[in-house]
Every structure is written in structure tokens, then in C-alpha cells.
């Protein structure tokens, strides 16, 4: 059960009557309250008591104005610290009562404090966890006195005035509820927690890999939950598919039962490797180099008995270079190099080029064809092309060049052709003299 603080306190009238002030405070079995004294400019001048029963001579606790720790004398107030409000702690069914607190000047009459704490009943229908689409029903029902005002906040810190509250769970009701009551000038707030059963936010743009980099294909189960809770809800099967970006049909490449123990099994995994804390909640797929066929949609799905599916969809795009006069060059040569997606790339995205170190150029433009009218052999090597969102790095990709000088390439041209006019004959006879 939460802790819960329940700071309160009524406007205080000066009294030399000796007149009790009432506080109306509210709590639930199991919770906390604190007990704030008045916000006296004087009251550390105070002896301070607190009392079961306003006449009675003994006391629960109490404190003189020299003393730095309070006299306990009831163990159920015993979280009392010098000059801090009043804690009881794991409330229990005879804390809903009436208590007193006395504060005296050693010249002056007492003045008399009156706190009630009345019960406050707070239930989850069904309890938590839920899974998305479950109707879930808060109710609050609290004791006398009557003229309480009951609402609910939401963990987005949202009032709702019906009592009891049904509403069809989503992730956006995951957390502390509140239930709010405001009884004259007293306010409670008592915490209860709904727990939705979800996967791991979905991405909010794609993943992007190339035949160079890495490929990563997130997916988890939330930190608070459990697979004893995945389990207890009805938990059938857990499946990753990939749809190709070049068909539509869905190839399933892993799949997880409810069998002990938890094992992947693999249907084509396309050399992707499965996480390796499932019992963390990592189902996470991955691979070191990405591959030309890996673009396209894939699915971590969630299925449960009762025909609830929880879907997170991760959607990669391929980074490739090409070059248009293939790997293999003359110095010479023009040389145009195109890294892209398959598509034009959005507007927040943009390319940065790293020739190799002994390139003449040195600061490329990033641009795509990237153009290069005369190529050297400086320019061989490997060429990179990095994709960058803001200052974000996304991935990368590399292609190697080989570039032959031109004058040994037409030495090579001349040496064949001089082959070729030195030998005209099929069976060519070595020079000298012949016996006829």
C-alpha cells in the first residue's frame, strides 16, 4: 500500500477558552497520516501533549519548549521527531477516532486541537494488472461526517467528479489515482495504482541500418511488469513477423509460448539474434550488419487468451551507396557516388560524406549524387556516408573503391598489343637452322 500524507489543517481561531479546533482527516487501513500542529509564530514557546481524550491526564506524547525529542508513551506514536508534524503510520482500525493535541504557555490557559480521522474505503474492480480495453471501476466511499465532496485525479493530474469512476483502460491511465476529498475547509488525498499490462513505447521514427552498421529491432516489457503477471492475465504467445517492403505477405521469424521454460524458437530468422534478458522483459531483436533484403515492417505481437493482442510495429530503412561506375576505376574517370533511402529523405534528415584521409577532397559537400569529375588514386579507399538527425547520428554506410593509375593501365594496353604483333602465327618455330 502507498504512503499516504495527508496534510491538513482548519483555519485556527484564537481561543483562551480552551475550545477544541476541528480537523477532518481521512485515511484507509494500511495508510499514513500526518498531523500538522497550528502554524503558530510561537510555538516552539509551547508545551505540546497529545491526548485520546481532551480531560484525560495522560498523554500519548509530549514535548517542553527545551526538549529536542518527544516522550513517547503509545508505541502507535512513536515516528514523532521534535517539532515536526504528528506521523502515524500503517493505520489501523482503532486509529479512527478522535485525538487531541494541547498546547499551553507556562502563564497562559491551554488551547485544544481536535483531529478526527475518519475511514476511507478505496477499491480497483478488477485489480490491478489490466490489460488495454479492460473496463476498470474506481470507487471512494469515506465515513461521516456528511457534507464531503469526492472526485478522482487521473496520473495525468485530471479531476473527475463521478464516484464511482468506470472508464476502458489505456496506457494513459498507468499510475497513481487519487482520490480526492474535500470536507469543509479540510482537504485527503488517498493514492491507489493502476498497473496496464503494455510493451515498451513504440518508436516514433524508423529504424535505419545499412550493410555496414548494425541492426537493432527494439522491444520489451514495461520495468513493472512481471512475466508472473504476463502469465496471470491469460498469456498465449509472443511472435515476432517482418513484412519486405517488396511484398505484403508476413514472414514470422520467432516465436515464444507460455511453456516453462521460456524459450525462443526460431521459424526464419534471417540471422537476427533474440535478446539476451528475456526474463527482464527484453525481446528484443538484433544483428551486427544489416542485410539488402532487411527493409520493410516488423511486429512484436503480444497475444493473450482472451483474444487481446498488443502490437509494436518497428519500421527499418536500408542506407546503401552505389557507385556509378562500379568499385573498380581508372584515375581519370568521373566518379558519382549516390547514398540514399528508398526514398527521398525527410526534411529534419541530412548526409554528411568521410573521404578517405588521403583524399583530395577533403570537405565534400553533403549532397547526394556526391560528383567527382577527375578521380586520383588518393581517392581510393573507403568512402562513408553517415545519416544525421539534428545531432544525432542514425547509421552509416561504406563502400570501397580501387583505382588504378591511367598511365598503367596503357602500359598494360601497349604490352598486349605488342604481344599481338610480335606472334601472327599459330605454331611459331624458335629462330635457327633446319635439316631439310
Known sequence: MNIF???????????????????VVYAQIGGTVTLKPPALNDLKKHYMYWKKDKDSTEDLAWLNPMGNN??????AWKNISSWSPLVIKNIQQE??????????????????YEYEIHKLTVSVDPSSPVLPGETVTLSCSAETPLGKRIQWMNPRGELNPLNPLTFSASMRDNGPWSCMVTDGQSKSQVNVSVTVLDLS????????TSTSSHLSLPC???????WEQIKAKGFRELHWSFIPTTVSVPQRLFSLSAEEPLTWKPDQNKGLQPGTNLKKGDLSLRRKRGIEEDAGEYICALEFENGVTLKRSVHVKLLQIVSSTGTELISGQQLNL????????????????????QSTLSDPRPS???????????????????LWQNNTQLTW?????????????WMLQKMRHLRRRLCQCKHPKPKGFYRT
Open 220 to 226: 520489451s516489457l514495461l520495468p513493472h511488469i512481471s
Open 201 to 208: 513505447p513504440a518508436l516514433s521514427r524508423p529504424q535505419y
Open 338 to 357: 549516390t547514398c540514399g533511402l528508398e526514398q527521398p529523405l525527410p526534411s529534419d534528415l541530412h548526409l554528411k560524406w568521410l573521404p578517405p584521409k
Open 70 to 75: 518527544w516522550k513517547i508513551k503509545d508505541e
Open 397 to 409: 554506410a561504406e563502400i570501397t573503391l580501387e583505382i588504378v593509375p591511367w598511365l598503367s593501365v
Open 95 to 112: 486509529h479512527f477516532r478522535t485525538f487531541f493535541l494541547k498546547l499551553k504557555k507556562p502563564t497562559d490557559n491551554p488551547t485544544f
Open 368 to 386: 547526394s549524387p556526391l560528383i567527382i569529375p577527375l578521380v586520383s588514386t588518393a581517392d581510393a579507399g573507403k568512402w562513408r556516408c553517415e
Open 5 to 23: 500524507i495527508l496534510l491538513l489543517l482548519l483555519a485556527v481561531l484564537t481561543s483562551t477558552t480552551g475550545a477544541a479546533e476541528v480537523v
